[in-house]
């Protein structure tokens, strides 16, 4: 082990897309950061902004949520809930002057591995570059 | 209960061990409370592997169990029934995935190792959290509703109807034949002399497996293949307001279409000039045997202009050709020195017979004339010009009457309908199917069928026809004595910590949640909740729990990614 920082990165996957391109990405041997831990819910939908701000307070470096592409949601429309939880999530994060970039929403199919490969490379890179949420240390619950 | 879990790391043959440090897995894991027993195996999917497991929850009397192996979505199942077989709960069972998302993923092995350890143990921590859930099964509801009593909805339902198979007809207005039931005749090739609309509804009348609803609509339904509820409301004169509740197996929406407006574009001059009529209108004097004029004079000539609002719309409506066909022949048969001009933008003649048709009214005299469209229908004395424009030449002709053939549009509810049930609608605004080709009638809604011109123009043969691809469908899946398993992992509302507030109705695409009035919280509906746990989120009270993905058993696996 090395003294670089390494972060912690939670991923909330839902099932039927996101999940199974994670999956494919594993069969596919793409090379994915060992920092994230993946979360499986049923449905983007599932993702509780609650769990995002619990993680980022419970000290997460940074939070993914992931789900199928608009019109793609296995139960119609929950990703459409999930898009209006990230705005608002925004806006929580903007009020309270917390670091917006340490949050994001993605959407990825089933099959679309490389991008799964491709984003989360790019947002743990981006991570380690803020840093440390320095927010674990300044809230107490 | 004593708390006894099992956790099974799988080698997946090489898979898992090249990556993957075993031995320290287990020496970490043993080290937890309420871990009784950590074992390796090296193919637990395989008949041994199963035997296996199934021996060992049952020698060490386990009462929880972890699966470090594939993805849930490889074993999950496969696992869960081992669990039941060694007679478990299958849902105190829980898959960690430490192939597909650790071990091919990470390369390095200490990383794959140590993320691996932290899955596992939240797969641990989680499952301590696990309810006993129980799979319900419920017998399939094979009845059907049928949305809609015009001929579509009048063939879907008789070639439904029978014996095991109870047929819920709705019809907005107070009786069936929808636009069918209103045409003086059909076209003779199909064959005028046969009541087809009235013999069907006679058919329908005396079938006592359908049940048909006039002055009805349907106000609310929920659910899936096999398990619908719908609330119908009647809207007659005794009965107004009275709602029902029924169930069914599957719907069909075969609210068909409605005529453009011809207000709707002042140039037509319809309702302003006297003796410029619609098509319907043209065939109730047909229908009456009563061609006249305002003044109850015979018309000398008439005008039968086509295509009206199909550059509005950008579609043509297909059958309004053959109508004119039907019209001109008909004023040519009846009243003898009649001057019959057809006015249209390009003849629609598609089928095999149309030809023939056309060319017997070229022969009775009728004249056509093409046009790119009408500029003005005004009145002049005693005459009405229509003006139109030729390849930019304009030109009028000067007739008696003028009969418009409307297109054909979306009927008024159709996009509340849509709302109702989650379902898509073309550009022009009809419903849409699933696929034209490779799912014709079929909805993104399992359960939910479309038919006839509520998909679009078309003549009465494709509207029946297409009833009968829907009855095909039905009939293939709602099979007497099949069973539904409704979704477990469903959601609940908490009575004591429901304020009521009804936030997560809206929220709910399935209409699973409803408000209970009298105790002033709302309800999930198991039996039509999906589990997607959209509302759960959505409750400013926390009152919503969603099974399988609890708050606590997700708050596990974040503490152990975060510790
Ligand atoms: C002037 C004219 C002449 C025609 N001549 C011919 C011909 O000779 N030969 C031919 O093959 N075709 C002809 N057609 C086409 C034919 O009318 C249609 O193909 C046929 O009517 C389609 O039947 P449908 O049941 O799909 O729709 P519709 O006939 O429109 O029936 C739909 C029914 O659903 C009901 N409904 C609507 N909304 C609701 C709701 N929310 N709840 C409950 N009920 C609802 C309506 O009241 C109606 O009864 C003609 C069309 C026109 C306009
Ligand atoms: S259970 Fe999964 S991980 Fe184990 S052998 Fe079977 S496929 Fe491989
Ligand atoms: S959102 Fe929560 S509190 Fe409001 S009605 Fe629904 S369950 Fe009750
Ligand atoms: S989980 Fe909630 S939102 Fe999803 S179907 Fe069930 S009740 Fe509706
Ligand atoms: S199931 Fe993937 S976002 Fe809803």
Redesign the pocket.
């Known amino acids: 082990m090395n003294d670089k920082f390494t972060p912690n990165i939670i991923g909330f996957l839902c099932n039927w897309c996101s999940y199974t391109g994670a999956d494919l990405a594993g069969t596919s041997r793409m090379k994915i950061p060992p920092s994230l831990k993946t979360i499986r819910v049923m449905c983007s939908g599932r993702i509780d902004p609650l769990f995002v701000l619990e993680s980022f307070i419970k000290g997460a470096d940074g939070v993914m949520m992931m789900g199928c592409h608009p019109g793609d949601c296995h139960y119609q429309k929950g990703n459409y809930n999930a898009r209006r939880r990230y705005v608002m999530l925004n806006s929580i994060f903007d009020t309270l002057g917390l670091e917006k970039k340490r949050i994001g929403l993605w959407w990825v199919s089933a099959s679309e591995a490389t991008r799964f490969a491709k984003v989360t490379n790019e947002y743990t890179k981006e991570i380690e570059k803020l840093g440390p949420n320095p927010t674990s240390k300044e809230i107490f619950l | 209960m004593n708390k006894k879990i099992g956790v099974y790391v799988c080698e997946c043959g090489p898979n898992i061990p090249e990556r993957i440090d075993i031995d320290k897995v287990i020496e970490e894991l043993s080290s937890m409370g309420e871990v009784k027993t950590v074992k390796r195996y090296s193919l637990l999917c395989s008949n041994d592997g199963k035997k296996f497991l199934k021996e060992d929850i049952e020698k060490e009397e386990l009462t929880h169990v972890v699966v470090a192996a594939c993805s849930p979505k490889e074993h999950e199942n496969t696992f869960m029934k081992v669990c039941e077989e060694a007679g478990m709960n299958p849902y105190l069972f829980q898959m960690v995935n430490i192939r597909e998302q650790c071990a091919w993923m990470i390369p390095d092995k200490e990383e794959a190792t140590s993320k691996a350890i932290k899955y596992i143990k939240a797969g641990v921590h989680r499952v301590l959290f696990h309810d006993p859930l129980k799979q319900k099964e419920l017998e399939i509801n094979v009845d059907v509703l049928v949305?809609?009593?015009?001929?579509?909805?009048?063939e879907a339902s008789l070639s439904l109807a029978g014996p095991n198979r109870k047929i819920h007809l709705?019809?907005?207005?107070d009786s069936?034949?929808?636009?069918?039931?209103k045409?003086s005749?059909?076209?003779p090739h199909?064959g005028s002399k046969i009541k087809l609309v009235k013999e069907k509804i006679e058919q329908v009348e005396n079938n006592e497996n359908i049940h048909v609803y006039t002055s009805?609509?349907?106000k609310e339904v929920r659910g899936f293949l096999g398990n619908f509820e719908a609330v119908v409301k009647s809207n007659q004169e005794n009965k107004e307001g009275i709602e029902e509740e029924i169930k069914v197996g599957a719907v069909v929406l075969?609210?068909?279409?409605?005529?453009f407006d011809l207000k709707e574009n002042p140039v037509y001059g319809y309702g302003e000039i006297e003796n410029v009529v619609s098509?319907?209108e043209f065939?109730e004097m047909i229908h009456s045997e009563k061609i006249e004029l305002k003044n109850g004079k015979k018309p000398k000539s008439v005008a039968l202009v086509h295509c009206a609002g199909r550059k509005e719309k950008g579609y043509c409506s297909k059958?309004?050709c053959?109508?004119t066909l039907?019209f001109a022949h008909y004023l040519k048969d009846n009243l003898p020195d009649v001057d019959v001009k057809e006015l249209y933008m390009d003849l629609c003649l598609p089928h095999k017979q149309d030809q023939s048709y056309f060319d017997q009214a070229k022969e009775k005299g009728v004249e056509f004339i093409r046009m790119d469209e009408v500029e003005k229908i005004k009145k002049s004395g005693d005459k009405i010009e229509v003006e139109y424009r030729n390849n930019d030449k304009a030109d009028k002709v000067s007739v008696d009457m003028v009969v418009i053939?409307p297109a054909?549009v979306p009927?008024?509810?159709t996009s509340h309908?849509a709302e109702l049930l989650n379902l898509p609608l073309d550009k022009s605004g009809f419903f849409k199917e699933l696929h034209e080709m490779l799912d014709p009638v079929a909805t993104p809604m399992e359960g939910v069928y479309i038919?006839?011109?509520?998909l679009g123009p078309?003549?009465?043969?494709?509207?029946m026809t297409q009833s009968h691809a829907t009855s095909g469908k039905i009939l293939s899946s709602l099979i007497p004595g099949r069973k539904v398993k409704p979704e477990v992992k469903v959601s609940e509302i908490k009575e004591d910590l429901c304020t009521g507030c009804q936030t997560c109705l809206s929220v709910c695409f399935y209409g699973a949640i409803s408000y209970d009035p009298f105790k002033g919280v709302s309800v999930v509906n198991e039996a039509i909740c999906r589990g997607c746990g959209s509302c759960v989120g959505s409750c400013p009270s926390g009152a919503i729990r969603s099974k399988h993905f609890t708050y606590y058993q997700l708050y596990q696996e974040v503490m152990e990614a975060l510790r």
């Open positions: 949305i809609g009593g015009g001929i579509s909805g009048i709705v019809e907005k207005t069936l034949g929808g636009m069918a039931g045409l005749q059909i076209l199909q009805s609509d349907v075969a609210t068909g279409f409605e005529m098509a319907l065939e059958v309004c053959l109508y039907k053939a054909m009927s008024q509810d309908l038919t006839g011109c509520a078309r003549n009465i043969p494709e509207s």
